[in-house]
């Protein structure tokens, strides 16, 4: 046993002896501070499992180790200072996130709340606290029972909206299958069409559960309705025109979904069918005839809701493109403001700007017109002063690099990044507003913010490379998804 226990501790000191050269290698290392800093904990974290192995510390051997490790824990300072500063602000992150929580539970009426908005809050919460990184260990376990016990708190909300929806359902099926012994037919049928009018979710269970519900509910207005079976003969008139009416409907649909309407024509016929749709949804109909009509519409719908919507987008791309060469002829004429000797002919400028199609929107084609004509004012009268110029192109830089941020969020792309903490804040921003009752998001419209940009004035020359460059990498990427989306 003393022959093994001097091996052992002669093999412990020679691993002791590697990592105090390894640590004394690692000070002259062309390695960055990052790998350096990794490495650095390794080692430490070897020798501290030497000494769990039960062979006693080589005291001059941990003193040569400890020396090194501090050397090379000095030349490692500036990236653990950075990485402190990192948690630091993720903890001040996740406070913002926190405190984004609790306002809303503080302000939300539970009586009048959207439900939907509470569980969209709730799922882009969890989200965005995921998505944080680390802080240091001394908040950690605050900042998690905070946010746990605030988010706890809507869930709790969300159980409690979830049970009573449930126990809505639960009573219309017991009321729907009390009218099946109901001797009064022509009533008991008047009422389970009053029920069928309440049956609403607010905050959904599983969805195997909201099924078994529904077939419950559906089963019991399916037993009133089947006893009008002894009047067979009105009974079957009634249902071939119910029938008859259905079918028109989508045909209409299956009509314009393959005709060259415009978009606008579209919506209004589209909001018609559907009035005509609901208005048909308590008509009795062949139960047979149910599922495979209401496939047909859904199709014939969907078809037609695709048609509108490519013939939107294709009239937004014509608007956008025509905006941009617009944009681009007001560009060249700002251009010969702050470059006066590359000797634009204004004149000629003219007769290409009367040469472009006008917009449908005239309040569009107003805006692009009066960024023209304040351009050419300029340009014709010798432009303004340089600090002037310099003062508008400057105002014209910021406002196209929020912008261009704003696309980018929207398109899923990346930013600069040295616009981390800006764009951080703006999606900070847009979740808290999205949390907020009758609030939008201010990213929505991808059109809009393509035609702010279109309308905003030039940037100064050194800027407008850096952003033209970002503006169609966000453009490009929104394009493809829009593609994607209407694909899909």
Sequence with gaps: MRDLQKWRRWGADQHRIGLCEAMEGLATADMSLEALALRLHDLQMEWKGLDKTGSPVNHPLWDRFHAASERLYERCRPYFEAQAAEREENRRQREEVCQALEDFLARVDWQRVDWKKAIRAEREMRQTWAALGPVDARTRKALEKRFHNA??????????????????????????????????????????????????????????????????FRAGCDAVFSRRRG?????????????????????????????????????????????????????ALPRQAVGQLNQ???????????????????????????????????????????????????????????????????????????????????LEEGGAPAAGILEELTANGRRRAELCLQLEILAQVDSPPDLAKERLALQVTRLKEHMGDGERDPLESRSQLLREWYLCGSAPLAEAAGLEARFERARQALERSGEETQAA
């Design 151 to 216: 988010i706890k708190r809507l869930g709790t909300q969300l159980a409690e909206e979830r049970e009573r929806n449930q126990a809505l359902k639960r009573d219309l099926i017991a009321r729907v299958e009390a009218l099946g012994s109901e001797a009064d037919l022509p009533t008991a049928i008047q009422e389970v069409k009053r029920l069928q009018g309440l049956w609403h979710s607010t905050v959904p269970a599983r969805q195997q559960e909201e099924n078994r519900l529904w077939q419950q």
């Design 296 to 378: 047909r519409w859904r199709a014939a719908r969907h078809r037609l809701e695709r048609r509108r919507l490519e013939r939107l987008e294709a009239q937004r791309q014509r608007a956008l493109a025509l905006l941009s060469r617009q944009a681009a002829l007001c560009a060249r004429l700002e251009r010969a403001r702050e470059t006066p000797e590359a000797g634009l002919d204004l004149a000629e400028s003219e007769r290409e700007w009367q040469a472009l199609p006008v917009h449908r929107d005239a309040a569009l084609q107003a805006a692009i017109t009066a960024r023209f004509n304040t351009a050419a004012a300029a």
């Design 231 to 283: 009047q067979q003969e009105a009974h079957t008139a009634e249902l071939t025109a119910n029938l008859e009416e259905r079918e028109a409907i989508c045909r209409d649909a299956d009509g314009l979904a393959t005709g060259e309407a415009e978009p606008e024509d579209l919506s209004d016929a589209l909001r018609e069918l559907d009035r005509r749709w609901r208005d048909t949804e308590t008509l």
